[in-house]
């Protein structure tokens, strides 16, 4: 092991193992291999990297659909580890040996939404993992701001599948959805990372929870985090009647959708008059038509997640270090086999997220 770094800068470089790109395409351009280590700058911390969860953005990233920018790239957007490192002038509380994980969306502080509270909307803003770079390496750099203690029970591996989908989560249900206890909820793809998420953020606040996916092991771990109902849409011709036969007719108060394009106009029929529906995710598809005729007649809210604020990163750490909320782990893979997790993600034979441990 190496020791604690306490320096900025360092006389020679230093190399570390890391998963990069440096030219988009297919799997085969993915690089186990050596990069410079991140040296720290002003207001920034450096972890030592123990868990990075894969997302479908890593995916688009190295296809390239999702960057444009320079490369090499090194990609994972979720990242969790502990402190080596801290620059002399950080604002912060956090000490070396502190167990942390990232908020990737780096603001910038100084935009017109920034100054007015509202970062979420920060004209500036890169991604970890994205933009820049990430945390499939053993160390990575970023604003001590961004960095958020865990708790002492928690394990590198748990904290790592927390971030991106436990703060899209947050934000699509408790911010835009402003989910309530006496609300009936339907929440796509209880098997994703943001929908396994979801179940318990709605559990948490004491809503009623329908939820769908297409294997029933799938649905059987939904019941195990809380959900009330369940659907298998491989085996139902259309959830929509089936949501209607478990709220007898009326529909639900809150749809929280990943899927897009293919579930587009059922969502809308599952909703009661004055629901409220969130998309966060196109998996499916981008594009789909919709029948105006229901907003004329059954006024509903429509709204999509967009960005997400740091003052709702607090809120869920929050949580998560009062234990109400967990990362869910399906599968573990060493960073030099890294190429693995995406063929899962790919074949969708997995509950929860994928992490890679280095």
């Known amino acids: 092991?190496?020791?604690?770094?306490?320096?900025?800068?360092?006389g020679a470089f230093l190399t570390m193992k890391a998963v990069f790109i440096s030219e988009h395409g297919g799997l085969d351009k993915l690089v186990h291999g050596d990069r410079p280590e991140p040296e720290v700058a002003p207001g920034e911390v450096m972890l030592r990297v123990r868990g990075s969860a894969l997302n479908h953005l890593d995916l688009g990233v190295r296809e390239g659909g999702s960057y444009r920018g320079s490369?090499?790239?090194?990609?994972?957007?979720?990242?969790?580890?502990?402190?080596?490192?801290?620059?002399?002038?950080?604002?912060?509380?956090?000490?070396?040996?502190?167990?942390?994980?990232?908020?990737?969306?780096?603001?910038?502080?100084?935009?017109?939404?920034?100054?007015?509270?509202?970062?979420?909307?920060?004209?500036?803003?890169?991604?970890?993992?994205?933009?820049?770079?990430?945390?499939?390496?053993?160390?990575?750099?970023?604003?001590?701001?961004?960095?958020?203690?865990?708790?002492?029970?928690?394990?590198?591996?748990?904290?790592?599948?927390?971030?991106?989908?436990?703060?899209?989560?947050?934000?699509?249900?408790?911010?835009?959805?402003?989910?309530r206890p006496w609300d009936d909820v339907l929440i796509q793809a209880a098997g994703s990372g943001v929908g396994s998420m979801g179940i318990q953020i709605a559990k948490m606040v004491g809503a009623r929870v329908i939820t769908t996916a297409g294997s029933d092991w799938k649905l059987e771990n939904s019941k195990e985090l809380g959900a009330d109902e369940v659907i298998n849409y491989r085996e139902t011709a259309s959830f929509s009647q089936r949501v209607k036969e478990m709220t007898a007719r009326r529909g639900v108060d809150l749809v929280f959708d990943c899927v897009g394009a293919d579930v587009w106009e059922e969502n809308l029929e599952c909703l009661k008059p004055g629901g409220r529906l969130v998309i966060t995710g196109v998996t499916s598809g981008a594009r789909a038509s919709m029948n105006l005729s229901i907003l004329q007649g059954r006024p509903v809210t429509l709204m999509g997640s967009g960005g997400r604020s740091q003052r709702t990163f607090v809120d869920m750490m929050k949580v998560v270090n009062h234990g109400a909320l967990h990362g869910i782990v399906s599968k573990v893979f060493p960073l030099d086999q890294v190429a693995e997790a995406p063929r899962t993600m790919e074949a969708r034979d997995f509950f929860g997220k994928l992490v890679i441990e280095s």
């Open 1 to 10: 092991a190496r020791p604690p770094k306490a320096h900025i800068t360092r």
């Open 71 to 179: 490369l090499p790239r090194i990609l994972g957007c979720d990242v969790a580890g502990e402190i080596t490192a801290i620059s002399p002038d950080a604002q912060t509380s956090l000490q070396t040996g502190d167990r942390v994980v990232l908020d990737n969306r780096v603001k910038c502080g100084a935009c017109e939404p920034c100054r007015r509270g509202m970062d979420q909307y920060c004209s500036s803003q890169q991604r970890i993992g994205v933009d820049l770079d990430g945390g499939h390496a053993e160390y990575v750099t970023a604003p001590a701001g961004n960095a958020h203690k865990i708790p002492d029970g928690m394990s590198f591996t748990e904290a790592a599948a927390l971030p991106i989908v436990g703060h899209t989560a947050w934000h699509c249900m408790i911010t835009q959805g402003q989910v």
